[in-house]
């Protein structure tokens, strides 16, 4: 970096300061200045009395006095200014001496002989010498401070000059320092290179001994392809003969696919009739005469026993009651032939029949056996029997393009009163049910537990739920009675997309109360009450019934909550079937008559032909 010129000149200042203006710190300067002094003349002495001429002198005196006044201001004004330009011209590099004052100065100002008080003309003249010494000064210093206004405007002009040659130096900075830049990423770059080109090297020296090895093997593959086109003349002559037996087997499988989708047809239509067989056959056994029998199959039943009045007194006389029925079980016969008499009925229900099974007979006849039976498989009942009858048809019928839901009820009656016996919540927060006859003549009952099943487990678990729940007592005939009739409803809807046919049916098991006397139970109070209402109820589905089978008008359907439910199930639409159970104690002669005498009467009652809910 140069260095800005600083003048070589030396020049001496003096100072100036508050006692500049009354003339002591230039005493040395007016003694320079100042001429060899006149010699004084001596005067006479004179006084002067009552003139004015001393005070005209004093007042002139005092004129000259702030003439010097004003002089020495602007003097001070002057040096502030010249002060500042030393300084500035300091801060540059420039080389400024300070004044030094005279030996004689003293502290005070003033000459070195102090004029007396009362001669004014030398005082003066002293003051007009150091005027005279003041202007001077002032000429100089004026000339030094254009001098270094010069100076300042060379040094401005050369400042100017560095600070653009230091931009210049600044940019070309800034491009060495791109360019260093730019060198140090190729210098990575050619050090990248320099890797890729080592790592290179080496494989290409690996590649050198593969190469030689491929070439040993392109030796032995060319051996291996001439091979190899013998083989592959022999294998499109193969082919060309698979092509044509491919031809043949493709004609061969279009004819299977034809075939298939005829006998498919063919088992639709198979399907269809076996449907319409079934229901023909069902119609057939209930329109044959009871008297007939096939075989080893027992059709009639007789009983003897004390003749009985109509108002239920003894005779000493015995009497042969005979009845006849479509089958008669003996206490010897299973379960499994029981069911078996009914299959075909409960297969009317995925067929898109409505289907009902009763279970009736005295207390302790054994109907809740009939229709549930044990947990065991040879001892279940006709409940669970049905149920995987229903779903494994249902899994046979999946393969002919069939889609089945089902939903499961399991309602009680107990007098007169409907108990949903799928409930698990509280008891004191049990919901009230109402029977609901829908808009499509479809009957429902509010608030109660519909469940969705897809599996014969889930509804052996709603079975077991509800017999928890049942309402059962001790009467004189049985010490565990079930005092209430148990509905259970399997709602079935199938679908065939494929053949665009819909079937909606509803399988209706009911296990009936224990029809009895009032002087065989003996039963009081609140089972006297539960009595009445069961019985009530079953003659009620007596009346039913025959109502029905008269075509009459008008069937009272509402004069009990059993038959007002079932209503969809006891009329034309639907197929019915009552299991009668007696008891073979002699006790039980009374009873078993009665029951006998009523499923007769429901057995000579002939409801219509069943039709099928298809769409």
């Given at each position: 970096?140069?260095?800005?010129?600083?003048?070589?000149?030396?020049?001496?200042?003096?100072?100036?300061?508050?006692?500049?203006?009354?003339?002591?710190?230039?005493?040395?300067?007016?003694?320079?200045?100042?001429?060899?002094?006149?010699?004084?003349?001596?005067?006479?002495?004179?006084?002067?009395?009552?003139?004015?001429?001393?005070?005209?002198?004093?007042?002139?005196?005092?004129?000259?006095?702030?003439?010097?006044?004003?002089?020495?201001?602007?003097?001070?004004?002057?040096?502030?200014?010249?002060?500042?330009?030393?300084?500035?011209?300091?801060?540059?590099?420039?080389?400024?001496?300070?004044?030094?004052?005279?030996?004689?100065?003293?502290?005070?100002?003033?000459?070195?002989?102090?004029?007396?008080?009362?001669?004014?003309?030398?005082?003066?003249?002293?003051?007009?010498?150091?005027?005279?010494?003041?202007?001077?000064?002032?000429?100089?210093?004026?000339?030094?401070n254009e001098e270094l206004k010069g100076t300042m405007i060379q040094s401005q002009t050369r400042v100017n000059q560095m600070e653009k040659e230091l931009e210049m130096q600044r940019s070309q900075i800034s491009e060495y320092e791109d360019e260093l830049h730019a060198l140090a990423g190729v210098r990575n770059e050619l050090e990248k290179v320099s890797s890729e080109k080592n790592t290179l090297q080496k494989e290409l020296s690996n590649l050198e001994g593969k190469y030689k090895v491929m070439e040993t093997l392109r030796d032995s593959q060319e051996t291996e392809l001439q091979t190899l086109k013998m083989k592959l003349s022999v294998q499109e002559?193969?082919?060309?003969?698979?092509?044509?037996?491919?031809?043949?087997?493709?004609?061969?499988?279009?004819?299977?696919?034809?075939?298939?989708?005829?006998?498919?047809?063919?088992?639709?239509?198979?399907?269809?009739?076996?449907?319409?067989?079934?229901?023909?056959?069902?119609?057939?056994?209930?329109?044959?005469?009871?008297?007939?029998?096939?075989?080893?199959?027992?059709?009639?039943?007789?009983?003897?026993?004390?003749?009985?009045?109509?108002?239920?007194?003894?005779?000493?006389?015995?009497?042969?009651?005979?009845?006849?029925?479509?089958?008669?079980?003996?206490?010897?016969?299973?379960?499994?032939?029981?069911?078996?008499?009914?299959?075909?009925?409960?297969?009317?229900?995925?067929?898109?029949?409505?289907?009902?099974?009763?279970?009736?007979?005295?207390?302790?006849?054994?109907?809740?056996?009939?229709?549930?039976?044990?947990?065991?498989?040879?001892?279940?009942?006709?409940?669970?029997?049905?149920?995987?009858?229903?779903?494994?048809?249902?899994?046979?019928?999946?393969?002919?393009?069939?889609?089945?839901?089902?939903?499961?009820?399991?309602?009680?009656?107990?007098?007169?009163?409907?108990r949903d016996l799928l409930y698990t919540g509280k008891a004191s927060k049990r919901p009230e049910h109402e029977i609901r006859k829908l808009s499509n003549s479809e009957v429902t009952i509010s608030n109660l537990t519909y469940e969705k099943v897809s599996n014969e487990d889930q509804v052996l678990g709603l079975i077991a739920l509800a017999n928890q729940n049942r309402s059962t007592a001790q009467t004189a005939q049985n010490d565990r009675s079930s005092r209430s009739h148990s509905v259970f409803q399997l709602d079935i809807e199938g679908v065939n997309a494929g053949r665009d046919v819909k079937c909606k049916s509803t399988l209706c098991l009911v296990d009936l109360a224990g029809s009895e006397r009032m002087l065989k139970s003996q039963s009081q109070g609140e089972r006297f009450k539960e009595m009445t209402a069961i019985n009530g109820s079953l003659s009620n589905l007596g009346i039913v019934i025959s109502a029905l089978a008269n075509k009459e008008s008008y069937v009272p359907y509402r004069n009990s909550k059993l038959t007002y439910l079932l209503q969809g199930c006891l009329g034309g639409n639907s197929k019915t079937l009552m299991f009668v159970n007696i008891a073979p104690e002699p006790d039980s002669f009374g009873e078993t008559l009665n029951s006998l005498r009523f499923a007769s009467k429901v057995n000579d009652c002939v409801i219509g032909t069943a039709s099928a809910n298809r769409k």
């Open positions: 970096m140069s260095r800005l010129p600083v003048s070589s000149s030396k020049r001496v200042l003096t100072s100036s300061s508050s006692s500049s203006e009354n003339g002591q710190d230039f005493a040395p300067a007016q003694k320079k200045l100042r001429k060899d002094p006149e010699p004084v003349r001596p005067r006479a002495a004179a006084t002067i009395i009552g003139s004015k001429r001393p005070a005209v002198a004093a007042s002139r005196a005092l004129v000259l006095i702030l003439s010097c006044f004003l002089h020495a201001l602007s003097f001070v004004v002057s040096s502030g200014v010249l002060k500042q330009s030393i300084a500035s011209t300091a801060a540059k590099g420039g080389n400024i001496k300070q004044p030094v004052a005279p030996a004689g100065a003293k502290a005070g100002g003033g000459g070195a002989n102090k004029r007396h008080a009362w001669d004014l003309k030398g005082k003066v003249s002293d003051m007009e010498g150091k005027i005279r010494n003041y202007q001077t000064k002032y000429k100089s210093i004026n000339q030094e002559s193969t082919l060309a003969r698979l092509q044509g037996t491919l031809r043949d087997t493709e004609e061969e499988v279009r004819s299977l696919k034809e075939t298939v989708s005829q006998q498919k047809d063919d088992l639709h239509a198979g399907e269809m009739e076996r449907r319409r067989l079934h229901n023909t056959i069902q119609e057939l056994k209930a329109s044959l005469s009871a008297h007939i029998c096939d075989g080893d199959l027992v059709s009639s039943l007789s009983l003897t026993g004390e003749h009985l009045s109509h108002t239920g007194k003894t005779a000493d006389t015995h009497k042969n009651y005979n009845f006849s029925f479509d089958r008669v079980f003996g206490p010897t016969a299973s379960q499994q032939e029981v069911f078996e008499e009914i299959s075909l009925l409960v297969q009317s229900a995925l067929d898109g029949y409505n289907v009902c099974c009763f279970a009736y007979g005295q207390t302790g006849s054994g109907k809740t056996y009939t229709m549930e039976g044990d947990e065991f498989d040879r001892t279940r009942g006709v409940i669970p029997r049905a149920v995987t009858q229903i779903f494994r048809a249902a899994e046979k019928l999946g393969a002919q393009g069939w889609e089945f839901n089902f939903t499961a009820s399991f309602v009680e009656i107990y007098n007169e009163t409907l």
